[in-house]
C-alpha cells in the first residue's frame, strides 16, 4: 500500500506477481565453417542468412570447391530458415591492400594502408576514396574515408576520422572497431609522422564566381592517362558565348560535371566525371567516374587539365592549381602513381583450408571459434571437414584430419548446448567400411552428435548439372529444422516424414540387413523406399550404440534437453542477486513449472498426468543453508523423455479351431 496516504480516497497501488515467463529458443539454427566463393565483409565472422538467396549476396554463391555453399543450399531446400555461415580463407591466401599517402611529389610519406578485411579476388573491386569536406581548415589531420564494394554496392563512410594517435575519431581505432567499424577492410598507420591522405580526384582552387565570362567561348584542355590514348588533349568548351553563368559553387560543379561528359561520353563509352564543391566551399573537386562494366581497368584514372583553344577558362574555375590524384585508390589493383602505391594483390592462396583453418584459434575467434560471436546455434555443420582430393572423389583431402576437426568441433557443442551432425569421410562406400568407420576409424564419440551415411546424390547446376555426391550434414540440418517446426525438437528426424528434398539417389543403397548391422553401432541410415523415396532412417547420437547403454542413446531425448537447458538457463537469469529464501524459491518453481507444463500440453513428455511427466523441486530439501551461505540456489528439474519407437513388432497368431461354449 502507498507509504504515506494523506488525504481520505481509494489509493491503488500495482503489486509484481512473481511470473516470469520462460520462453522456449529456437532449436534448429544451423552454423556451417568452411571456405566460400567470397565473404562480402570480413574473413572468420559469422554472418547470418536466412535465404539462399541471401547466402548468394553475401558469399557468392555455389562455387565446386565450397563444399559449404551446397550444404548451405542443401539446408534451404529441405526447411531450414535460419543459418550462421562462416568464411574460412584458402590456405596462404593473401588480402588485397594498397597504401594511400600524404602527399604527390618524391617526399610523400606513406600515410594509410588499407587491406581487404578477407581474402579474394573480389577483394580489386572495392574503391577507397578520401575527402576533406566539413572538415575545419585547422585541423589538417582529420578527413573522410570512404570504402566502395563495387560487387554489392556496399558503401561505408567514416566521417571526421584523424590521423591523430590522441583523437577520440583515430581512424585505426574507428574503422578497425569490430562492432562499428568496416565489414569490408582493416587499416593501419605505416608511418606515425605521416600526415592525413591526399583526396582523390583534382582539387582546384578556390574561384570568384564573379569573374565568370561568357562574352566568348573559354574552354579546357582535359586529358586522362587510362585508357591510354583515348581522352588526350580533349577541348572541353566550358563557357558559351551568351550562355546564362553559374550563380553558386554547386551550379559551377554541376555545369562543369555536364560540359566534361558532353565532350568524352561519346569518345570513350563510360567515361565520365563527377565534380563536387571542394572542401573550401569556394572551388570544385573533379572525380573521374568510369564505367566498372566497360572501364573497370581505369578506375584509378588520373585527370590533368591545360588551357584551351581558343581562350583558357582554367583560371576561371580553379583548375589550373591545387592537387591532382587518381580518381580512386583501389585495392590490390591500383597503380604507383601520384599519392597511390604499394599495391598488394589477392592470391587465392594454395589450397582449401586445411585442418588447422577449420578449426581456427579460440583467442582470435577464428575458424570454428567464429561462432563463439553468435548468440545461438543449435546445430554444427562441417562438410569441409570431410572433403575429398582434387580429382578423386574417393579419397579424403590429406590436409583434413576428420577426427582432430570434429573433436574440436564437440568441445565446442558441449560448451554452446549445440548438436554436431558427422559426415564419413569420402571412402566409406559400403556396409563393410561404414562398420570399421563408425566402430573404430571415427574416434570422436559423445551425446551431443549424431552420425549419417551415405552420402547423398544431387544434381550440380555448375557441371551441367551432372549428378555428384555430397555429404549429407547440410540435409539433415535442414530435415531437423523441419521436424522441429512442424512436430516439436521431442520428434526425432527420421521416419516416413522424413524425406529428402532434391536427392537423386544414395551412393548405397541399403538392404535391411545391411542397415540391421549398422544401426546397433549408432550409424543412422539414409535409406531409398518406395512411395517415400529417400528418407532418414535413424535416430542415435553417437553415444547411440547398444553396447554402451547410454541413457542418451537417441537423439530426441538429448536435443530435448538441450533445448530445455537453454531455456532454462536463459530465462532464469533474473534470479541472479535475488534474496535467496523461500519467496524466491517458489517464484523459480512456478516459473519452471509454467515452462514445464506447457511442454506437457504439446506432448514433449511421456505420461498421462504432470506428475508423471516432470517435476520441478525448489526448497530447503534442494538448497541447504550451506548452499544459501555460498549464494547457491539449485533448482531440480526431472522429466520423462519420449524415446522413439525404433521397432515396431507386430505378433500374429493364427487361432485354431476353438470350441463353442
Known amino acids: 500500500m502507498p507509504v504515506n496516504p494523506t488525504y481520505p480516497g481509494v489509493y491503488i497501488q500495482e503489486l509484481p506477481s512473481g511470473v516470469r515467463t520462460i520462453t522456449g529458443v529456437a532449436t534448429s539454427i544451423a552454423a556451417f565453417v568452411g571456405w566460400t566463393a567470397r565473404v562480402a565483409g570480413r574473413d572468420n565472422f559469422p554472418y547470418t542468412v536466412r535465404s539462399f538467396g541471401e547466402y548468394e549476396r553475401i558469399f557468392g554463391g555455389l562455387h565446386r570447391d565450397s563444399h559449404v555453399s551446397y550444404a548451405v543450399q542443401q539446408f534451404f531446400a529441405n526447411g531450414g530458415t535460419e543459418a550462421h555461415v562462416v568464411r574460412v580463407p584458402r590456405t596462404g591466401a593473401v588480402p588485397a591492400a594498397i597504401t594511400l599517402e600524404d602527399g604527390t611529389g618524391g617526399a610523400a610519406n606513406a ?204 583560371a576561371m574555375i580553379g583548375l589550373n592549381t591545387g592537387t591532382r590524384n587518381v580518381g580512386h585508390y583501389r585495392l590490390g589493383l591500383g597503380r604507383d602513381l601520384q599519392a597511390q602505391t604499394g599495391a598488394v594483390p589477392a592470391t587465392a592462396g594454395t589450397g582449401l583450408p586445411n585442418s588447422q583453418g577449420i578449426i581456427g584459434n579460440e583467442g582470435n575467434f577464428t575458424g570454428l571459434y567464429a561462432l563463439k560471436k553468435v548468440d545461438l546455434f543449435n546445430i554444427l555443420c562441417i562438410p569441409d571437414a570431410t572433403r575429398s582430393a582434387a580429382g578423386d572423389p574417393n579419397t579424403l583431402d590429406s590436409t583434413v584430419d576428420p577426427n582432430e576437426i570434429f573433436a574440436r568441433a564437440m568441445e565446442l557443442c558441449v560448451a554452446e548446448r549445440a548438436f554436431l551432425l558427422v559426415d564419413p569421410p569420402p571412402e566409406v562406400r559400403d556396409t563393410a567400411s561404414a562398420i570399421d568407420w563408425i566402430s573404430g576409424g571415427l574416434t570422436v564419440s559423445g551425446v551431443n552428435g549424431a552420425a549419417y551415411y551415405p552420402h547423398l546424390l544431387f544434381v550440380d547446376p555448375l557441371d551441367d548439372f551432372q549428378v555428384r555426391k555430397f555429404p549429407p550434414c547440410g540435409a539433415m540440418a535442414g530435415l531437423y529444422a523441419r521436424t522441429d517446426t512442424n512436430r516439436g525438437v521431442w520428434k526425432s528426424p527420421a521416419g516416413t516424414e522424413a524425406t529428402l528434398s532434391r536427392v537423386r539417389g544414395l551412393t548405397h543403397e541399403m538392404t535391411d540387413a545391411e542397415n540391421g548391422a549398422l544401426n546397433p553401432l549408432g550409424l543412422n541410415c539414409i535409406r531409398n523406399f518406395p512411395v517415400f523415396r529417400t528418407i532418414a532412417w535413424g535416430a542415435r547420437t553417437l553415444d547411440g550404440a547398444d553396447a554402451r547403454a547410454s541413457e542418451w542413446k537417441y537423439l530426441s531425448p538429448r536435443r530435448l534437453a538441450l533445448f530445455m537447458e537453454e531455456s532454462l538457463y536463459r530465462g532464469t537469469k533474473w534470479a541472479v542477486f535475488e534474496p535467496n529464501g523461500e519467496q524466491l524459491w517458489s517464484q523459480l518453481r512456478l516459473n519452471v513449472s509454467t515452462f514445464m507444463h506447457q511442454l506437457f500440453r504439446q506432448g514433449a513428455f511421456k505420461g498421462t498426468t504432470p506428475q508423471e511427466a516432470y517435476f520441478v523441486t525448489c526448497d530447503a530439501t534442494t538448497t541447504t543453508q550451506a548452499d544459501i551461505d555460498r549464494g547457491i540456489v539449485n533448482v531440480l528439474v526431472g522429466f520423462a523423455p519420449l524415446k522413439p519407437a525404433e521397432f515396431v513388432i507386430i505378433t500374429l497368431q493364427q487361432l485354431a479351431g476353438q470350441d463353442q461354449v
Open 111 to 314: 600515410a594509410l594502408t588499407v587491406t581487404a578485411a578477407a581474402t579474394g579476388l573480389d577483394a580489386h573491386n572495392r574503391l577507397i576514396d578520401v575527402d576533406y569536406d566539413a572538415i575545419p581548415a585547422s585541423d589538417t589531420a582529420a578527413f573522410n574515408l570512404t570504402i566502395t564494394d563495387l560487387d554489392t554496392g556496399a558503401v561505408e563512410r567514416f566521417p571526421n576520422v584523424s590521423m591523430s594517435a590522441t583523437s577520440t575519431r583515430n581512424v585505426v581505432a574507428v574503422v578497425n572497431d569490430e562492432a562499428t567499424g568496416s565489414k569490408l577492410v582493416t587499416v593501419a598507420i605505416p608511418d606515425a609522422t605521416a600526415g592525413r591522405p591526399i583526396q582523390t580526384g583534382a582539387v582546384g582552387a578556390d574561384v570568384t564566381l564573379g569573374s565568370l565570362l561568357n562574352d566568348n567561348n573559354y574552354t579546357i584542355r582535359i586529358s586522362s592517362d587510362v585508357p591510354a590514348g583515348q581522352i588526350a588533349n580533349v577541348d572541353v568548351t566550358i563557357f558559351e558565348t551568351g550562355e546564362t553563368l553559374p550563380q553558386s559553387v554547386l551550379g559551377l560543379a554541376r555545369h562543369v560535371e555536364r560540359k566534361i561528359n558532353q565532350a568524352i561520353s561519346n569518345l570513350v563509352p563510360g567515361a565520365a566525371v563527377r565534380c563536387v564543391p571542394s572542401n573550401t566551399g569556394a572551388g570544385i573537386r573533379v572525380i573521374p567516374d568510369f564505367s566498372p562494366e566497360l572501364l573497370n581497368a581505369s578506375l584509378d584514372a588520373r585527370l590533368t587539365f591545360a588551357a584551351g583553344v581558343p581562350n583558357s577558362a582554367l
